[in-house]
Structure formats: C-alpha cells, structure tokens
T-cell receptor, first 119, second 117 residues
Framework: DSGVTQTPKHLITATGQRVTLRCSPR?????VYWYQQSLDQGLQFLIQ???????AKGNILERFSAQQFPDLHSELNLSSLELGDSALYFC??????????????????FGSGTQLSVL | AQKITQTQPGMFVQEKEAVTLDCTYD???????LFWYKQPSSGEMIFLIY??????QNATEGRYSLNFQKARKSANLVISASQLGDSAMYFC??????????????FGSGTRLQVQP
C-alpha cells in the first residue's frame, strides 16, 4: 500500500458529463501530481500542486481542472467528457518540501488509479 | 525537452534468470533523477529504484539494480533471479528539475515483461 488514496476506483459516465476524481496524498507529502494513462498516449503528466498552489502543468486539456485543498487532498475535475477521455487517471504524491537530493523525497508514490470509462 | 525511450515493447525471461530492461534518456539538464516503476495487471504503479545523476554508485534495491551509464545516457534495469510475480509492465521515468516542489516525472512507453516457468 503506497499510502495514496484515490476514489472512486471505477467511474462510468456518458459523453458531455462532468466528473470529479479525488486523491488523498500520503501523510506529510506536500506535492500532488495527476497523470493520465491511455493505450495510445501512455502515461501523460497533467498537473502538479505543491502545498495548495499549482506548480507545474503538463498536457492538461482546458476542459480539465484541478485543485489542492488546505488539508492537501486534491481533486481533478473533468468536464464535457469525450470518448477519448477514457483512461486510467493516477494521482501521485511526494514530500518535495525541502529540495535537495535525498532518495526519500525524490520518490513519487502512486495511488491505485481511477479507471474512467466514457460511453 | 526531456525524453525517455524504452525500445523493448515486450520481453520474455525464464524463471530464476536475470533480465535487463533498456532505458535511454535525453536531457540537457545536469541534475536529474531516474526512476523505475512496476505496473502489474492490477494497475497500481509501484516504485522500484531511483538513481540520481550525481550518484557515483549504481543503485540497488534487493533483486533490482540500475545499470547507470551517464555518458551513454542509459539507465537499464536489471532484475536478478526473476520470479513469476515479476510479470508486469515496467516504466522508466526521469525528473529534470530540482526546483523545490517541481518534481513531475516524464515516463517512457514501458516494457511488458513476462516471466515463464
């Protein structure tokens, strides 16, 4: 168990709908990352939050948004869903609090993912 | 821009033998980290091993070792004494920025390893 909790595990919805994916990072981790894994695109970095603030953006669509709350949990909102949004969405967390190069805070710990199916 | 290349879509290995999964990377950054993750059929991503660009020794974690050749920009994963439970997808990944909090990983396309009895 990585200590990162993602809910729900599975989500089935229709095109045009909006869904929210939730992530609770490991205790003490300040950074949360969202990744999308699909068969054709592989693992794509979407967005990173660090201690409540957006820190880095990857290939995130404008229809997607995320936030990190004061308790450090994060939500990824996907709207106007299309068939191509069907994928496994991962949340990961890391300490990333002090910089430097210790092995411990370099690791990203992943949740078990949310499998989104858009029909 | 950084890039990770895994040229082996699939690999087979006999149980108890060693196997090497290839990974090459491209970055102009001098400070970076290289990771390997395992994704079994259940879907979760499991951290295996980490190598920092300034680490002089190759990283080892149990049966996993990382063959780091900086000049060739390669970071191959070696699994010794393969077990049936090692059958999974393996991803190589890289982080290039050392800014505090900016630690997104770039992943390769993965190698599917199948361990045969």
């Amino acid at each position: 168990d990585s200590g990162v909790t993602q809910t729900p595990k599975h989500l089935i919805t229709a095109t045009g709908q909006r869904v929210t994916l939730r992530c609770s990072p490991r205790s003490g981790d300040l950074s949360v990352y969202w990744y999308q894994q699909s068969l054709d695109q592989g693992l794509q970095f979407l967005i990173q939050y660090y201690n409540g603030e957006e820190r880095a953006k990857g290939n995130i669509l404008e229809r997607f948004s995320a936030q990190q709350f004061p308790d450090l949990h994060s939500e990824l909102n996907l709207s106007s869903l299309e068939l191509g949004d069907s994928a496994l969405y991962f949340c990961a967390s890391s300490l990333s609090g002090t910089g430097g190069g210790s092995t411990t805070n370099e690791k990203l710990f992943f949740g078990s993912g949310t499998q989104l199916s858009v029909l | 821009a950084q890039k990770i290349t895994q040229t082996q879509p699939g690999m087979f290995v006999q149980e108890k033998e060693a196997v090497t999964l290839d990974c090459t990377y491209d970055t102009s950054d001098q400070s970076y980290g290289l990771f390997w993750y395992k994704q079994p059929s259940s879907g979760e991503m499991i951290f295996l091993i980490y190598q920092g660009s300034y680490d002089e020794q190759n990283a080892t974690e149990g049966r996993y070792s990382l063959n780091f050749q900086k000049a060739r920009k390669s970071a191959n994963l070696v699994i010794s004494a393969s077990q049936l439970g090692d059958s999974a997808m393996y991803f190589c990944a890289m982080r290039v920025s050392r800014d505090t909090g900016r630690r997104a990983l770039t992943f390769g396309s993965g190698t599917r390893l199948q361990v045969q009895p």
